[in-house]
């Protein structure tokens, strides 16, 4: 509900047509006061409005106000802290999933705290996009789309009867069904407004369009000037309940972009520069700004792509202003053409509207690229702002190879495949993927990627037998355009025959390896690569066999699956031989800018979109024919082994208890840098030795029915065994007899010193009542926003994270789930401390007088007798988030707020 003070007499009137609306207007608001408003960065003018619509003296004070346009007199660089509220919240079902189980659980809480458990209900529009959960189980025939989605059903039957009781049960929540398309996508091709409107006592009050999602990547559609980021599921849920988001000012980094691209490089090739780029700069936990006479060249779909990955440099969000591409996009996507005109004229009348004369914002600080710069590229073997120009891949490859694998002299060695014609050697590229949401939502490069499809099968070329080829549409529109061009028809020939619409391989749901090649692979230690139109390439994400993973544009995909390995140089040698007897090079089959732009025109219309989006929540025969039951609150069924009631409400009393000092705790994990949520979280498939293993195996669940972990996110008993269970994490605590780190999710118990899952050394703790703590490096919790990294944490018991650096989302989520983050003094770490694991650590002052930001000390107590008191700072970062932490996190704090 806005409720505004209106200090600065903001709101007007703004006739559109035939209609009204009533809007909060910045340019008033400056000749009022706010002198020099209008020289803010676009991004933080959003923040602006947001808080002159929601001005009460309470949550948002006139101080508050004034502090955003004091931004401009120190650039940014100030500790104030602000509550935002975003117009809406869009979720996947992965993170969707636990998110909706929480509310649920919160409706029983509600009962037995004696309130109204109706007040449990998103207060702003909530849309779920089922998205996460199709696997390539098949591929490279014709029915692989149909068999994928029968095997998606079968396998999440319990959470999408869940989900659709959610449906029926909660006002204001939507679920977009699954085999629509990711979320992202959707929200760019769809549900995305760029002003947002609300009926409030009877006048239509217009505002931009703004959002949290629970994924990191819902930055996305800052490409359609839409701020946006990605929050853990904990703070969505909260935004959700009607709780203000709260944030410091953020700085802002102004990225000038000039020139255009050359012919033969695609918006991959410039997101991967632009990501190299700003993880140089270091954006962390700041907005950034796109702007200069570079953007007129770059279309909605470009800027979304740079928008996309925005959590890979690092940044809350990297941001667009509306201009004359924002309202094409809207128009040629089917956006109603009175909101499309509302758009044009709000943003005019708020200042908004960029033009070649507009002039360029204050910035905290700038940073500048020449498109013309750019060249192909790609990004490898591990992370996203690993980029290698794509003429020095195969050399890349080579030194990754000797250098991190460990495998020199073995750069020619290949190995038979058993009852196989063919052999495997290092490099071979064992997946092929066109994925995600970052380049499908593009159709520069999908197209570009079929017309190289068409030109590579008219010279006669093959994709490589080995190679697991699969496209999966970032939406239906993506999958129609392609069918309607005649473009599949030539993908379907090189193996890339549609395996779904969804995230897929992208997010780790590559499916698995033919059972030969998976042997062949790890019999002999071979270093397979995977070539990905995706996001990420963490080790251990793409595929458990797959040490190597580069991302690419879908071009470049198409074009290693018939080269088959990265020790093909795709910028000197032949991709394979042609029908002629010829070789064939990649400039060959390369399709011109010219040539994409036709097809372009020719087959993506906004008859399309409209025709695709009719009846997005419909969804197909398998979903409308799924029964649900259950009324007000949901009836949980002890035996399902999907969705379970979690234990966090359980004795909640209607007032706090105080927090306890952290007394003598055991250290669960020593880690070093960049441990992501990947390494945390539960995330792809379920071993079944694993503790995970062992209770769907004690619950009568076939190894096959494991399903992955992010299936199973709606039952703690399964996500907390999986937490730090990832196949890749060295816990430095825990060595073989050579002395070497072991991988997986070990850990040494004390003072027993057994080796044992972190899990179950996690349980001994609690049954001997003692706390534990994590050590950790710099960027700890980087990668995608998942809550359960958190959620897990706390039910096995960790008290606090001590780290060098956190990323953005896991500091704010170990906060809302009471766990409390902490940062060494620059140049300290546990490694300077000479901290083995077997130590105690005690940390006092937690009760009232801990305040945000405050310094603190740890007493550490080494095995030897010696105590240090080491410096720490507290990474509670606003008063807010002391609330949330002193309730035992952030759910806790709204329930109670709510009861009272």
């Not at 940062?823 to 694991?837: A, N, R």
């Given at each position: ?9 903001s ?12 809007y ?10 706010l ?9 933080t003018?959003v ?22 346009v ?14 935002f509220?975003?117009?809406r919240v869009?979720?996947?079902d992965?993170?969707g999933?636990?998110?909706v189980v929480?509310?649920?659980?919160m ?12 007040k ?6 909530v849309?779920l ?7 390539v ?8 789309y ?10 999440n039957?319990?959470r ?6 959610g449906q ?8 977009v069904p699954?085999?629509t398309g ?10 995305s407004?760029t ?5 409030e006592?009877?006048?239509t ?9 629970t ?16 929050v853990g ?6 935004a ?5 988001l ?24 410039l997101?991967?520069?632009?990501t ?7 954006v962390?936990?700041?907005f950034?700004e796109?702007?200069?006479?570079g953007?007129?060249?770059l279309?909605i779909?470009?800027r ?5 990955m925005?959590?890979?440099y690092?940044a809350?969000?990297?941001f667009?202003?509306?201009d004359?591409a924002?309202i094409?996009?809207l ?6 053409d ?11 009348a708020?200042g908004t509207?960029?033009t ?8 905290t600080d700038?940073l500048e690229?020449d498109?013309?710069?750019?060249v ?11 980029r290698i120009?794509l ?9 990754a190879l ?11 060695k290949?190995f038979?495949v ?5 052999d495997l ?18 159709p520069s ?7 190289l ?16 080829t699969?496209i ?5 529109v ?25 995230c ?8 698995p390896?033919a059972?030969e090649i ?5 019999d ?9 139109s995706?996001?990420?390439n963490f080790?251990?994400?793409i595929?458990?066999?797959?040490r190597?993973?580069y ?5 470049l ?6 080269a088959g390995?990265?020790?093909?140089d795709l910028t000197?040698?032949p991709?394979g031989?042609?029908s002629?007897?010829q070789?064939?090079y ?10 994409i ?9 906004q ?19 799924i029964?649900?039951?259950g009324?007000?609150t949901?009836?949980w069924?002890?035996?399902s082994?999907y969705?379970q009631?979690?234990?966090y409400f ?5 007032t706090?208890?105080p927090?306890e ?7 669960l994990g020593?880690f ?10 539960p995330?792809?498939?379920i071993k ?7 209770y ?18 709606g ?21 073989d007899?050579n002395?070497?780190?072991?991988e997986?999710g ?30 950790a ?15 897990g944490s706390?039910?096995l018991?960790?008290r606090a994270v001590?780290?060098?650096?956190f ?5 704010s989520?170990l ?7 902490l940062v060494f003094?620059?140049?300290?770490s546990w ?26 000390e740890?007493?550490?107590?080494f095995?030897?007798g010696r105590?240090?008191?080491v410096?720490?700072v507290?990474?509670?970062d ?9 309730n035992?996190?952030?759910?806790h704090?709204?329930?109670?707020q709510?009861?009272?």
């Amino acid at each position: 509900m806005t409720t505004s003070n209106d200090s600065f007499k903001s709101r007007r009137s703004l006739q559109v047509g035939d209609k009204s609306y009533i809007y909060y207007a910045i340019p008033e608001a400056e000749k009022n006061g706010l002198e020099g408003a209008s020289r803010l960065p676009f991004s933080t003018r959003v923040l602006l409005e947001n808080l002159l619509r929601f001005e009460d003296e309470r949550t948002v004070k006139r101080d508050d106000i004034v502090a955003v346009v004091d931004w401009l007199n120190n650039k940014g660089k100030v500790e104030k802290e602000i509550a935002f509220r975003p117009a809406r919240v869009l979720m996947q079902d992965f993170t969707g999933v636990p998110g909706v189980v929480d509310l649920a659980a919160m409706r029983d809480a509600m009962n037995r705290l004696g309130g109204d458990p109706q007040k449990i209900n998103p207060l702003v529009p909530v849309d779920l996009v089922i998205d996460h959960s199709v696997i390539v189980d098949e591929f490279g025939t014709p029915r692989a789309y149909h068999d994928n989605v029968e095997k998606e059903y079968e396998r999440n039957g319990e959470r999408y009867r869940f989900l659709r009781w959610g449906q029926d049960a909660f006002d204001n929540f939507r679920v977009v069904p699954p085999g629509t398309g990711i979320c992202h996508q959707v929200n760019l091709e769809y549900l995305s407004q760029t002003v947002w409107t609300r009926e409030e006592n009877g006048e239509t009050v217009a505002y931009p369009d703004s959002l949290v999602g629970t994924d990191s990547h819902t930055t996305m559609v800052n490409g359609l000037s839409v701020l946006g980021w990605g929050v853990g599921g904990i703070e969505a849920e909260a935004a959700m309940l009607g709780q203000p988001l709260s944030m410091l000012i953020p700085e802002v980094i102004g990225f000038k972009l000039t020139g255009k691209l050359k012919e033969g490089v695609t918006s991959t090739d410039l997101v991967l520069t632009v990501t190299q780029m700003l993880r140089k700069k270091g954006v962390v936990g700041k907005f950034v700004e796109f702007f200069g006479p570079g953007l007129d060249g770059l279309t909605i779909e470009d800027r979304s792509t740079i928008g996309n990955m925005a959590p890979e440099y690092g940044a809350t969000c990297g941001f667009f202003p509306i201009d004359d591409a924002t309202i094409s996009y809207l128009r040629k996507t089917g956006r109603a053409d009175d909101r499309v005109a509302l758009v044009e004229a709000y943003a005019k009348a708020q200042g908004t509207f960029r033009t070649k004369e507009t002039p360029d914002p204050v910035f905290t600080d700038t940073l500048e690229l020449d498109l013309g710069d750019v060249v192909p590229s790609m990004a490898g073997p591990r992370r996203p702002q690993d980029r290698i120009l794509l003429g020095g891949a195969k050399q890349g490859f080579i030194d990754a190879l000797e250098g991190e694998f460990k495998k020199a002299g073995e750069i020619a060695k290949r190995f038979k495949v058993e009852d196989k014609n063919f052999d495997l050697g290092h490099g071979d590229v064992v997946i092929a993927a066109i994925t995600s949401c970052t380049n499908t939502s593009n159709p520069s490069v999908m197209i570009g990627a079929g017309l190289l499809a068409r030109n590579a099968v008219a010279k006669g070329l093959k994709s490589k037998p080995w190679v697991k080829t699969s496209i999966a549409p970032g939406s239906q529109v993506a999958g129609e355009y392609l069918e309607k061009s005649g473009l599949q028809k030539d993908l379907d020939a090189l193996g890339f025959n549609i395996v779904g619409y969804g995230c897929t391989t992208c997010i780790g749901n590559s499916g698995p390896l033919a059972d030969e090649i998976s042997k062949t692979i790890n019999d002999n230690g071979i270093i397979a690569t995977a070539v990905l139109s995706g996001n990420r390439n963490f080790e251990g994400r793409i595929s458990p066999d797959v040490r190597a993973n580069y991302l690419a544009s879908p071009p470049l995909v198409v074009a290693y699956a018939i080269a088959g390995s990265l020790q093909v140089d795709l910028t000197t040698e032949p991709l394979g031989t042609g029908s002629d007897g010829q070789p064939v090079y990649l400039k060959d089959i390369w399709p011109s800018s010219h040539e994409i732009q036709e097809f372009i025109d020719r087959n993506i219309t906004q008859e399309l979109f409209r025709r695709r989006y009719a009846d997005v929540f419909t969804g197909d025969e398998n979903w409308r024919g799924i029964t649900v039951s259950g009324g007000l609150t949901y009836q949980w069924d002890a035996s399902s082994t999907y969705v379970q009631n979690p234990p966090y409400f359980e004795g909640i009393t209607k007032t706090p208890v105080p927090v306890e000092d952290i007394v003598n705790a055991r250290v669960l994990g020593l880690f070093l840098d960049s441990i992501t949520t990947d390494h945390i979280s539960p995330a792809g498939s379920i071993k079944e030795a694993s503790p995970a293993g062992r209770y769907l195996r004690d619950h009568q669940v076939r190894p096959q029915d494991f399903n992955q972990y992010g299936t199973r996110r709606g039952n703690h008993e399964v996500m907390m065994r999986g937490t730090f269970a990832n196949i890749r994490l060295k816990n430095q605590m825990v060595h073989d007899e050579n002395g070497n780190v072991v991988e997986g999710g070990w850990t040494v118990h004390y003072p027993s010193g057994e080796r044992l899952s972190i899990f179950d050394a996690a349980e001994r703790y609690k049954a001997e009542n003692v706390p534990v703590v994590v050590f950790a490096g710099r960027e700890y919790g980087t990668g995608s926003s998942r809550d359960w990294a958190a959620k897990g944490s706390k039910l096995l018991g960790i008290r606090a994270v001590i780290a060098q650096s956190f990323e953005r989302i896991h500091r704010s989520n170990l906060v809302g789930m009471g766990i409390l983050p902490l940062v060494f003094e620059e140049g300290t770490s546990w490694e300077t401390l000479g901290l083995k694991g077997d130590e105690k650590v005690t940390i006092h002052g937690l009760g009232a007088e801990l305040q945000p930001r405050q310094k603190i000390e740890a007493e550490i107590a080494f095995a030897d007798g010696r105590v240090e008191r080491v410096p720490l700072v507290v990474r509670i970062d606003t008063l807010d988030e002391l609330e949330y932490f002193r309730n035992g996190g952030i759910l806790h704090y709204v329930l109670r707020q709510l009861a009272a």
